[in-house]
T-cell receptor, first 111, second 113 residues
Framework: DADVTQTPRNRITKTGKRIMLECSQT?????MYWYRQDPGLGLQLIYY???????NKGEISDGYSVSRQAQAKFSLSLESAIPNQTALYFC??????????FGEGSRLTVL | AQSVTQPDIHITVSEGASLELRCNYS??????LFWYVQSPGQGLQLLLK??????LVQGIKGFEAEFKRSQSSFNLRKPSVHWSDAAEYFC???????????FGKGTRLHILP
C-alpha cells in the first residue's frame, strides 16, 4: 500500500460544484502539503500544515480551503469549482527532514 | 520569501553524454535545496538534498549537485545519462525554520538514442 494515498484519483465535475480531495498518510509525519501541477508551471504550493492546529497558505490559496482532520489526514476543498482549477493535485508529507513523500496525484477536470 | 528558477524548460542530450540542469534560487540566507524527478505519469521522487556542510551532494541514480552560494545556484549533474533518465526534473527550495517548500517550473529531459 502507498504511504501517501489520495482519493479520488480522477474526477470530472462541473463549474460551481463543491469538490473535496482527500489525502491520508501512514508515515507518521506531522507536516502535510497540497500542491497543484500544471504543464509548464511546475508545482505550486496551495496550503501546508505543520500539525492539526497549524494551517498555512501557500502561493496560490485563493479558491481553495483545507482541513487537517487528524495528523494523518489533510483534505483540500474547492468550494465552487471553476475551469481554471483543472489540474493535477498532489498531496505530500514530511517529518521535517525536507524529503517530501508524494501521493500519486488526483486529476481534476472542471467543465 | 524564497523562490526558485529553472531557466531551461527542455533539455535534450544523447545517451551516454553528460548532463547539467540549472537551478537558481532567491533567499536571504542559506536555504534548504532539493532536486526531485518525476517520470511520466508518476509522482515525484527525491534525488538529493542540501541542508548544510559539503557543497557537493551525492544522490540516487548517479546524480550529484553542487551548492554555490556566490551564484545562488544548485545545479544538478550526471556524468553519463541513460535512456531511463528521461523525465521532468524539479528544483525546490525551503527556508530553515519554515515548512514552506517551493518548486521551480521544471526541466524536461529528453534522451536521444
Amino acid at each position: 500500500d502507498a504511504d501517501v494515498t489520495q482519493t479520488p484519483r480522477n474526477r470530472i465535475t462541473k463549474t460551481g460544484k463543491r469538490i473535496m480531495l482527500e489525502c491520508s498518510q501512514t508515515k507518521g509525519h506531522d507536516r502535510m502539503y497540497w500542491y497543484r501541477q500544471d504543464p509548464g508551471l511546475g508545482l505550486q504550493l496551495i496550503y501546508y500544515s505543520f500539525d492539526v492546529k497549524d494551517i498555512n497558505k501557500g502561493e496560490i490559496s485563493d479558491g481553495y480551503s483545507v482541513s487537517r482532520q487528524a495528523q494523518a489526514k489533510f483534505s483540500l476543498s474547492l468550494e465552487s469549482a471553476i475551469p481554471n482549477q483543472t489540474a493535477l493535485y498532489f498531496c505530500a508529507s514530511t517529518d521535517g527532514t525536507g524529503e517530501l513523500f508524494f501521493g500519486e496525484g488526483s486529476r481534476l477536470t472542471v467543465l | 520569501a524564497q523562490s526558485v528558477t529553472q531557466p531551461d524548460i527542455h533539455i535534450t542530450v544523447s545517451e551516454g553524454a553528460s548532463l547539467e540542469l540549472r537551478c537558481n534560487y532567491s533567499y536571504g540566507a542559506t536555504p534548504y535545496l532539493f532536486w526531485y524527478v518525476q517520470s511520466p505519469g508518476q509522482g515525484l521522487q527525491l534525488l538529493l538534498k542540501y541542508f548544510s556542510g559539503d557543497t557537493l551532494v551525492q544522490g540516487i541514480k548517479g546524480f550529484e549537485a553542487e551548492f554555490k552560494r556566490s551564484q545562488s545556484s544548485f545545479n544538478l549533474r550526471k556524468p553519463s545519462v541513460h535512456w531511463s533518465d528521461a523525465a521532468e526534473y524539479f528544483c525546490a527550495v525551503g527556508a530553515p525554520g519554515d515548512d514552506k517548500i517551493i518548486f521551480g517550473k521544471g526541466t524536461r529531459l529528453h534522451i536521444l538514442p
